[in-house]
């Protein structure tokens, strides 16, 4: 596709239930990335793909949080047991390895994820 | 103290107005600097990019770095009602971490 796809786009949930959030990123991006945004902050690092590596998970917030990535395609962010507290927009961005990156984040639209 | 500070807002301006908005940041290593912009509802996206310190002129908008002080900015001039967003600061540290601001909330008025 064009552009960084997410879904589902709005995903409401009751506390306790697992909840599974995609991504699919730009063909050809070498890097992948999960955010956190909770209503009116910035966002919050919470994962990093690169190509085949280890990813960097150094900003998940707790083992209720996983995320998996097939070699350079879609990923899948698990947030197990939910808590009212992982109530936010959950944002998915990619970036391209050119040997001249920038650090040009390109996000999808995110996923709107409400515990109830 | 947080990487990178920037005040939330909300910042609310007549339309026509210079708008100025702010970071501060600790580690005077970092040398790529970024201004994403976020409309409601949407992902964030690249607005501007500068490299080290200077200014970037982009139409109505100009990013400056004063690498002295630790300071980033980006004016916008002439704002319009479609300028009203959210514009993150963010910092590129390399080895593929990008930092960001908490994103300062601006409404621009018709």
């Known amino acids: 596709g064009a552009g960084v796809s997410q879904s589902p786009s709005n995903k409401v949930t009751e506390k306790g239930k697992d909840v599974e959030l995609r991504c699919d990123p730009i063909?050809?991006?070498?890097?992948l990335y999960w955010y956190r945004q909770r209503l009116g902050q910035g966002l919050e690092f919470l994962i990093y793909f690169q190509g085949n590596s280890a990813p960097d998970k150094s900003g998940l917030p707790s083992d209720r949080f996983s995320a998996e990535r097939t070699g350079e395609s879609v990923s899948t962010l698990t947030i197990q047991r939910t808590q009212q507290e992982d109530s936010a927009v959950y944002l998915c961005?990619?970036?391209?390895?050119?040997?001249?990156?920038?650090?040009?984040?390109?996000f999808g639209e995110g996923s709107r994820l409400t515990v109830l | 103290q947080k990487e990178v500070e920037q005040d939330p807002g909300p910042l609310s301006v007549p339309e026509g107005a210079i708008v100025s908005l702010n970071c501060t940041y600790s580690n005077s290593a970092f040398q790529y600097f970024m201004w994403y912009r976020q409309y409601s509802r949407k992902g964030p996206e690249l607005l501007m990019y500068t490299y080290s310190s200077g200014n970037k002129e982009d139409g109505r908008f100009t990013a400056q770095v004063d690498k002295s002080s630790k300071y980033i900015s980006l004016f916008i001039r002439d704002s319009q009602p479609s300028d009203s967003a959210t514009y993150l600061c963010a910092i590129y540290t390399g080895g593929f971490k990008t930092i960001f601001g908490a994103g300062t909330r601006l409404f621009v008025k018709a």
């Open positions: 961005a990619s970036s391209e390895d050119s040997g001249r990156n920038t650090g040009e984040l390109f």
């Open positions: 063909s050809g991006h070498t890097a």
